[in-house]
């Protein structure tokens, strides 16, 4: 679906302020989220090349009237060759130019390519400040993330009967692809977990033939895409009455979680965010039990900035969207994972997760 142009020139002009800073003439964007971000581009082969007065985007044939259809603010290439090539026999660089990349994203292999092609050039590395730019939504942002967590939220309702002894993982992950698609999203954010009994400390463990059975805990986590944005839930169920221990690692993360929903806010470090959840479980006396993060930034892709861990640098700002998933893993027990979906707002956290976080038992 094409994006409104009225944002296109904000976003250009967002990224025209770093040229005089980072000493380029231009800056190629090849991160094909970024790329979105930019132009409204959803195609699957692109690049951009922006410079003070000009602003152009490259891309194939297949996407010829798609391009037109999605694209505001820039120029638009179709490639006869390759997308780089087309950089050169369009002479979107200049041959004595300072061309900033990043390198986090642009492969060894382009990267000698774009040497080849334009020997004179000097191509910079430049810190990724696009991820910051990003990392900040707008309401029509928000309101996209809003959907695709209204979306997963149905389908976790949905699938709720399926979780039954009997069911296998797969029958429930199968599910959930399905009623993603049925409900309006273009797509899974990621493959959904689903991780029962024992199998329930495997923070990323993949769906199996396993069969659920009476007294297990089964998480899942899952999300979609929506319009390009996307949800990240989990939620942790008991079918039939668990065992006081399990009781007592639910209610454990169960706090920690919304310790830090409480606790978000503008202008806080994510490694203390990250600790507010860590202490609240280490006082519960799981500490080593919490192997990963408490979170990351959601929008364009599942993962993407801010970091909320232990060893972050990253401050939290107004409009980011963020996950809040604080875990415990026993080997031999089995495990909890919590996650709602998060805008950073001036007084603190919007959660966007509808579903019941108290435990449920089916």
């Known amino acids: 679906m094409a994006r409104s142009p009225s944002r296109a020139p904000q976003?250009?002009?967002?990224?025209?302020?770093?040229?005089?800073?980072?000493?380029?003439?231009?800056?190629?964007?090849?991160?094909l989220p970024h790329v979105r971000w930019l132009t409204g581009f959803s195609g699957s082969n692109a690049c951009c090349i922006i410079?003070?007065?000009?602003?152009?985007?490259?891309?194939?044939?297949?996407?010829?009237?798609?391009?037109k259809e999605e694209v505001h603010g820039f120029k638009i290439f179709i490639a006869a060759t390759s997308i780089f090539e087309e950089l050169k026999v369009r002479r979107l660089i200049s041959r004595s130019a300072r061309v900033g990349y990043n390198p986090s994203v642009l492969r060894v292999g382009e990267l000698e390519n774009l040497k080849l092609l334009f020997p004179t050039v000097r191509f910079v590395k430049?810190?990724?400040?696009?991820?910051?730019?990003?990392?900040?939504?707008?309401?029509?942002?928000?309101?996209?993330?809003?959907?695709?967590v209204?979306?997963?939220?149905?389908?976790?309702?949905?699938?709720l009967p399926l979780i039954k002894p009997g069911a296998s993982e797969l029958d429930i992950a199968a599910e959930i692809v399905y009623q993603h698609r049925r409900r309006g999203a273009e797509a899974d954010a990621f493959e959904p977990i689903v991780a029962s009994g024992l199998r329930g400390a495997l923070p990323h463990a993949r769906a199996t033939v396993k069969r659920i059975a009476r007294g297990?805990?089964?998480?899942?986590?899952?999300?979609?895409?929506?319009?390009?944005?996307?949800?990240?839930?989990?939620?942790?169920?008991?079918?039939?009455?668990?065992?006081?221990?399990?009781r007592r690692i639910y209610d454990a993360?169960?706090?920690?979680?919304?310790?830090?929903?409480?606790?978000?806010?503008?202008?806080?470090?994510?490694?203390?965010?990250?600790?507010?959840?860590?202490?609240s479980i280490a006082s519960a006396g799981f500490a080593r039990f919490f192997p990963h993060s408490l979170g990351h930034g959601l929008g364009l892709q599942v993962h993407e900035s801010p970091r909320l861990s232990a060893l972050s640098t990253d401050v939290l700002q107004e409009g980011q969207v963020v996950t809040l998933e604080p875990g415990i893993y026993v080997?031999?027990?089995?495990?909890?994972?919590?996650?709602?979906?998060?805008?950073i707002r001036h007084w603190g956290a919007e959660v966007l997760t509808t579903a019941p976080k108290d435990l449920m038992i089916l």
């Not at 944005?229 to 221990?245: E, I, L, N, Q």
Request: with cysteine.
């Open 11 to 31: 976003r250009l002009t967002a990224v025209r302020r770093y040229l005089e800073a980072l000493q380029v003439n231009a800056i190629l964007v090849t991160f």
């Open 150 to 159: 209204s979306i997963s939220d149905a389908v976790f309702r949905s699938v």
């Open 331 to 343: 080997p031999g027990v089995g495990g909890v994972r919590i996650e709602d979906d998060v805008v």
């Open 51 to 67: 410079r003070k007065s000009s602003a152009a985007l490259i891309t194939d044939g297949r996407y010829r009237t798609q391009a």
């Open 126 to 148: 430049v810190r990724n400040f696009i991820d910051d730019l990003v990392s900040i939504k707008d309401e029509t942002e928000i309101r996209k993330i809003r959907k695709a």
């Open 216 to 246: 297990e805990l089964v998480t899942l986590d899952f999300g979609c895409r929506y319009e390009g944005y996307h949800s990240d839930m989990t939620r942790t169920v008991a079918v039939g009455k668990p065992a006081s221990r399990l």
């Open 253 to 279: 993360v169960h706090k920690a979680q919304q310790r830090a929903v409480d606790a978000a806010r503008p202008g806080m470090k994510g490694s203390d965010l990250d600790s507010v959840a860590r202490k």
